[in-house]
């Protein structure tokens, strides 16, 4: 029987190649803006902590207002993305996030400092945006789930290596080059995006933001991932200050691994919830990620403190995955963008509103006692997490004992 297939075209039944040109292009601005993201992570609340007379307030005010501002980035990131195209908006991310770390070493003034950070978060929002839906455009849907695996090790890589790795270099080489090599890793990655297809078509009706938050279905996964996420603002931005400072050497060993325990967690829970559900992975990711902050409280003991960041790190892992899983299976696929926005803006959030009510606490109590407040504050997150679980038996039950069916109800 002669081929049917045109020169060049894969076979019937060929599994699509998954890394095609423009894919790898929008590897190099994952790797970019992630790593001129993390690089500044836990720098600059130290570089604004370090003028005389400052407190635990203002560390936590700059991290608060760069996660604040790349929440609200994410909620207009919609509306532009219609007006411009996503292209052009990843671009602009991108420059929006790499340009104003050059200057960030012009002064320490708050006001100044904090004007960095709501632009570098506008501009990381934008590239969350833009690039997450050109990457979807991007990846043959029969390799979806694998294309997306790969997208995290892009961006996770980066955040494991620069975060520790920006704390190690301010404390040896000083601010300045460490502000450069976080503008150069955004600026150099804008190269890449002519390569990248232009404007996408929406794929159909989407439900708001806001009317997805309000949804059970998502509205409870969504609680259960912010509340967790408080912990990850917290590490990011206290434990470089919360340890005495002849310990960097501690602190970049609890910032590597608190990230490295996450992307291995939230790699074998994608695992565990493909075989037996992700339903039964909130709780546990709750309880584990909780138990890891009131660990890193015991902030003289050198090992408690990586102790404590690698167990964080594993719950936190755990949730991220089940979170996403179960939102994405109770939607269709015109609210996958409604479904990213809400997990991007729950991770945001809760990582800014964790760094500045820490901030204020640890002022008050010192940091021993706020972690230990911490970690309660989190296990707040039992009650949606119990909540939804009840919830997805009982539309278990309706669909007749069927634990695939997507948990649709109760919105």
């Not at 095609?20 to 190099?28: D, G, N, Q, S, Y």
């Not at 991007?344 to 500045?356: E, F, K």
């Amino acid at each position: 029987m002669a081929s049917t297939t045109g020169p060049g075209e894969p076979a019937a039944g060929a599994r699509p190649r998954l890394v095609t040109r423009p894919l790898a292009l929008r590897f190099v601005t994952v790797v970019g803006s992630s790593a001129s993201f993390f690089l500044l992570l836990s720098v600059v609340p130290a570089y604004a902590q370090d003028a005389p007379g400052r407190g635990s307030g203002t560390a936590g005010l700059v991290t608060g207002s760069l996660m604040l501002a790349t929440v609200a980035g994410e909620l207009a990131a919609p509306w532009l993305a219609a007006l411009c195209g996503y292209r052009l908006m990843l671009g602009a991310g991108l420059l929006l996030l790499g340009a104003p770390a050059l200057v960030l070493p012009v002064s320490r003034s708050v006001a100044w400092i904090v004007a960095v950070c709501v632009v570098r978060g506008i501009g990381f929002a934008f590239t969350l945006v833009a690039g997450g839906a050109l990457t979807a455009s991007l990846i043959p849907p029969e390799r979806r789930g694998e294309g997306l695996a790969l997208i995290g090790v892009m961006a996770g890589v980066p955040s494991l290596v620069c975060l520790p790795l920006g704390t190690w270099l301010a404390a040896h080489t000083g601010y300045g080059p460490v502000c450069t090599a976080a503008a150069l890793a955004s600026l150099v990655a804008i190269a890449a995006v002519p390569g990248l297809p232009g404007r996408e078509a929406a794929s159909g009706p989407s439900p708001g933001v806001l009317a997805g938050a309000r949804s059970g279905a998502l509205g409870r996964l969504t609680a259960v991932f912010a509340v967790t996420a408080v912990g990850a603002g917290i590490v990011a931005t206290f434990l470089p200050l919360a340890v005495a400072p002849d310990d960097t050497g501690v602190v970049a060993a609890a910032l590597f691994v608190q990230p490295a325990a996450a992307t291995a967690s939230r790699w074998f829970a994608g695992r565990h919830a493909d075989r037996h559900g992700a339903p039964g992975l909130l709780v546990p990711g709750v309880v584990v990620s909780a138990a890891g902050i009131l660990v890193t409280a015991l902030t003289g003991v050198p090992a408690a403190v990586v102790l404590g960041a690698a167990v964080f790190g594993v719950g936190f892992g755990i949730t991220q995955s089940a979170t996403i899983t179960l939102m994405y299976s109770r939607v269709t696929a015109p609210a996958y963008g409604t479904v990213s926005a809400l997990w991007n803006v729950a991770y945001d959030a809760g990582m800014g509103i964790g760094a500045v009510g820490f901030g204020a606490v640890a002022d008050l109590t010192g940091y021993p006692w706020a972690f230990a407040l911490a970690s309660s504050l989190m296990l707040t997150a039992l009650v949606p997490a119990l909540l939804d679980r009840a919830a997805t038996r009982d539309d278990v039950a309706a669909a007749g004992g069927d634990r695939t069916a997507p948990a649709r109800g109760k919105h």
